[in-house]
């Protein structure tokens, strides 16, 4: 069976996806009145080494809560002996599970990222610290209003855009953490697919909408997935990490709501003498 995937969109932040799937689809077995909510965690493509964040977990508010009730608000903490995610491993169809717990039948109204301060990123070898603003240590509230069924088991995914993510502060040499994150609300669809020669790679994958452009990389061997997206004629541009192959660009390619479209193998081709003189 098909989940159905909701999002919602929310001007200043990142991706959540939403995805229900009926419970018989599941193993587990979910309290009378409540519904399982389980949270992941991807990324969109960076041009850093390594992106290392502090997770300390997820915070979730339903409907008809105060939010400045902090009682109210549901834990769902981090539990891993090492709480930081070096996000720009979470590409390729890798995803981070941050846990799941189960909630009143009802809906949500609000979540929360709750990030520690120990968040660094790696270029060149070299670490540099990311300076959190005061205004992120209460955590990322992002506004939902996602209906939960009794019974019914919900995924939600958050897309940290790491790139748009870090901000450089002027010549000071510094850097400021101030997490992007896109929300959509509407069935979506999920593009995969396989990029060779595994040479190319790591390959960074766009998919283009108009305005709008969601990314990843492929994996070691090659494979990409890209959740979340919204119906329409796509424009699909790989760009490999050698000089040695050119980039790809494929045009007015239709993807369908609400299912998933695996592309035939992509090759990409070797550069010419030419273009590597010119490079």
């Known amino acids: 069976m098909k989940c159905l995937i909701k999002s919602f969109s929310l001007a200043a932040i990142a991706v959540l996806l939403f995805s ?32 290392w964040i502090e997770v300390l977990g997820v915070q979730i ?24 995610i070096n996000l720009l491993a979470l590409t390729g169809g890798n995803s981070e599970h941050l846990g799941g717990v189960e909630v009143p039948a009802g809906a949500i109204s609000q ?13 060149n070898g070299v670490r540099s610290d990311l300076k959190t603003p005061s ?11 996602k209906p939960l069924d009794a019974g019914v088991s919900y995924d939600i995914v958050i897309d940290f855009d790491a790139s748009k ?19 959509v609300a509407e069935e979506l669809a999920t593009v995969e697919g396989t990029v060779l020669p595994l040479e190319a790679g790591p390959v960074s994958v766009s998919a283009i909408l108009d305005q709008d452009t969601v990314g990843t ?3 070691d061997n090659g494979l990409f997935i890209l959740r979340g997206l919204k119906g329409g004629n796509y ?24 299912e998933t479209t695996k592309f035939d193998p992509i090759t990409l081709d070797e550069a010419s003498e030419e273009e590597e003189e010119e490079g």
């Open 135 to 145: 205004a992120q240590q209460s955590g990322l509230k992002l506004k939902v209003d």
């Open 61 to 84: 508010l339903t409907k008809g809560n105060d939010e400045s009730n902090e009682s109210a608000w549901i834990n769902l903490p981090y539990k891993k002996e090492e709480q930081k």
């Open 111 to 123: 979540i929360r990222l709750m990030l520690g301060d120990d968040n660094y990123i790696i270029q």
């Open 20 to 51: 229900s799937c009926d419970l018989e689809n599941r193993e587990e077995r979910i309290s009378d009145g409540h519904a399982k909510v389980n949270v992941f965690l991807i990324d969109a493509p960076a041009s850093y080494d390594e992106v």
């Open 235 to 258: 424009n699909f541009w790989f760009v490999p990490n050698s000089e040695d192959f050119e980039g790809l660009l494929l045009e007015e390619i239709s993807i369908p709501v609400g």
């Open 165 to 183: 993510s870090i901000v450089k502060a002027g010549n000071s040499g510094l850097f400021i953490l101030k997490p992007v994150l896109r929300v």
């Open 217 to 219: 990389f492929t994996d």
